[in-house]
């Protein structure tokens, strides 16, 4: 395996504009190889991320969808969900009002309750953590390796509950997050999900 430094990581990013951790894992996949990892990096719709995370987003529209577990029944679940760009132009695309419409269905299915793990309340993690202690204890960990038994199980949550780090249903390895940079890379713009709401007639 390649010893790659945070010397190549920079490297790559200033040529791409892709992220940190993207062009690290560009460069591991590929073995090092700087030209095969920026390649890469184009391919998967990942470079120029970087660079476009300081632009704001002021455009975008206001998706909704519908479930049906019958189609001879009446919805059961609905979700709104407001998705963001730099400009009327990109909005009014039909990649941009599909990517909407993709992740609307995605959290029908899967359930979030933030759009990403900074909206997650402190107390809320604090609560976890506490728990997630007494687990690790009850099941005999040992005391050295609490601490990264717990952050490990954190992360776990955050994965769970934060819109931008779930699996997308349709593609499980793919992040929500993942789908935004590739579709800001095709798009030319940055491209985020403002807010959204899901009811269940089930949970009300």
């Known amino acids: ?69 019958d189609p001879q029944l009446p919805p059961t679940i609905g979700v709104l969900v407001e998705v963001r760009c730099e ?3 990109v909005a009014k695309t039909d990649q941009f009002k599909q990517l909407a419409q993709h992740i609307a269905q995605h959290i029908a299915a899967a359930d979030p ?3 990403s793990r900074e909206q997650v309340p402190n107390e809320v993690i604090e609560q976890e953590r506490k728990i997630y202690e007494a687990a690790a204890r009850e099941e005999g960990k040992p005391e050295q390796a609490l601490p990264k038994i717990i952050d490990g199980r954190v992360n776990g949550y955050y994965k769970s509950v934060a819109l931008l780090e779930q699996g997308w249903v349709r593609e499980p390895k793919k992040t929500i997050q993942s789908l935004l940079d590739e579709a800001g890379a095709s798009l030319g713009e940055k491209i985020e999900v403002g807010r959204f709401a899901r009811f269940n007639v089930k949970q009300a």
């Open 1 to 69: 395996m390649a010893n790659i430094t945070a010397a190549d990581i920079r490297k790559l990013r200033e040529v791409t504009g892709a992220g940190m951790s993207d062009t690290k894992k560009a460069l591991v996949d590929q073995d090092g190889d700087f030209e095969k990892a920026k390649a890469w990096l184009r391919e998967k719709g990942l470079a120029g991320n970087a660079k476009r995370a300081g632009r704001t987003a002021t455009n975008g529209l206001v998706d909704t969808y519908l479930h049906r577990t």
């Open 87 to 89: 400009t009327d132009f």
């Open 113 to 115: 309750l933030y759009v």
